[in-house]
């Protein structure tokens, strides 16, 4: 069973028995009664009460400013424009009750009082109205969890946005403008600054980084993943850091998603610029490996062309020996020392040349080890 509401209730009559007949039953059912003579009192009340004050309970017949008037003059008050309103009256017919509908009531008593059914009505209006607050605070909720899904799934969306486009990126400087777009969509205003092969890139969308904002970076760098400091947040990642200027610190829960979504897209940042970083050194690699190739291809020409001059040579020099020899009328043995020092030269030759072309066959090895 629901334990009976306890309120504050205001009373508007001009009649003393009246409101002193329901101020003793009300309070003997643990409400608070608060009494006003006449409409403009009441107003005073209502106004000093403001925030307690529970349902209103008037007298439709008043002088000056009756119950008609009064709950007109209730309700073009935004903060009443809610407040159970129940009249008292003399009047049965439906006109007087069409009239006080009109004027926004919410329940008629018809005189002569029971004081059981004011407490029973003035009871149920109060409980529904902290029904339907409640239900309508769940409701808010709901649209407010609701709508916040759909702005985190919204911002979700250009972060997987930015990487589907960043994936394609080959420099950090277009990355560092992608990345300003995408944060601009987020409402965000930021600057960047990579960290790469012990280097500093600042990038800012309209301009270079101020030597302040380069220098309270780089203090930053060590004070954790998330470093904030009055509307300004620094991401601290291996290969950059990135300052958000504008962050939402009036707003706890957008500021939480907030920092959610830089999460996401800084994650995504950190592994781009990795492959951009890979990317790059592939092809220094390469363009290394297509120089040492040139250069095998040069070196093996260079030893052929070398190895049949000498060859070449070799023959040039025995078939002039062989003719000096008979011209100079030498003797056999001496013709045969010689023919032994040529000889003797030729193996020299061969196997120094040999050893030259074992080295470059290491050369090769080291190269194929290189390639794969």
Avoid: W
């Avoid at 306890?6 to 101020?23: H, Y």
């Avoid at 008037?58 to 424009?81: K, N, T, W």
């Avoid at 969890?145 to 985190?152: E, G, K, P, R, V």
């Avoid at 040529?342 to 030259?356: G, H, I, N, P």
């Amino acid at each position: 069973m629901t334990k009976p509401v306890k309120a504050d209730i205001l009373i508007v009559d001009d009649d003393p028995l009246i409101l002193q007949l329901l101020q003793i039953h009300l309070e003997s059912e643990g409400f608070n009664p608060v009494l006003a003579e006449n409409g403009h009192q009441a107003l005073d009340c209502l106004s000093e009460h403001a925030e307690t004050i529970q349902s209103i309970i008037s007298d439709v017949e008043m002088p000056e400013l009756d119950g008609y008037a009064l709950c007109e003059a209730v309700r073009a008050d935004q903060r009443f424009q809610t407040l159970p309103f129940v009249f008292i009256s003399a009047h049965t017919d439906l006109d007087e009750k069409l009239k006080g509908y009109s004027v926004g009531g919410d329940d008629y008593i018809v005189k002569p009082i029971e004081p059981e059914e004011v407490i029973l009505k003035v009871r149920y209006i109060i409980d529904n109205r902290v029904k339907h607050e409640s239900l309508s605070k769940q409701a808010s909720d709901s649209f407010n969890a609701a709508m916040n899904a759909m702005t985190y799934t919204s911002r979700l969306g250009l972060v997987l946005s930015f990487i589907k486009d960043a994936t394609h990126i080959k420099t950090v400087e277009d990355l560092a403008m992608r990345l300003f777009d995408t944060m601009e969509n987020l409402g965000l205003n930021s600057v960047i600054q990579f960290h790469v092969r012990m280097n500093l890139l600042p990038f800012s969308k309209n301009g270079s980084m101020t030597p302040l904002e380069t220098n309270v970076i780089e203090l930053a760098r060590s004070r954790g993943r998330f470093f904030d400091f009055a509307a300004r947040t620094i991401v601290n990642y291996q290969h950059f850091s990135l300052l958000v200027k504008n962050m939402p610190i009036d707003n706890p829960d957008d500021y939480g998603a907030i920092k959610d979504i830089l999460g996401n897209l800084c994650d995504a940042v950190e592994v781009i610029v990795q492959l951009i970083l890979s990317n790059e050194l592939t092809e220094e690699k390469s363009q290394s490996m297509s120089v040492a190739d040139s250069a095998l291809a040069d070196i093996k020409t260079a030893m052929q062309m070398i190895q049949s001059e000498n060859e070449r040579a070799v023959e040039i020099m025995i078939g002039e020996m062989e003719d000096a020899m008979i011209s100079l009328g030498l003797t056999d043995a001496q013709e045969e020392v010689l023919r032994s020092i040529t000889f003797q030269y030729l193996e020299d030759s061969t196997r120094a040349f040999e050893k030259v072309k074992d080295l470059y066959r290491s050369f090769e090895d080291i190269h194929k080890t290189l390639n794969q």
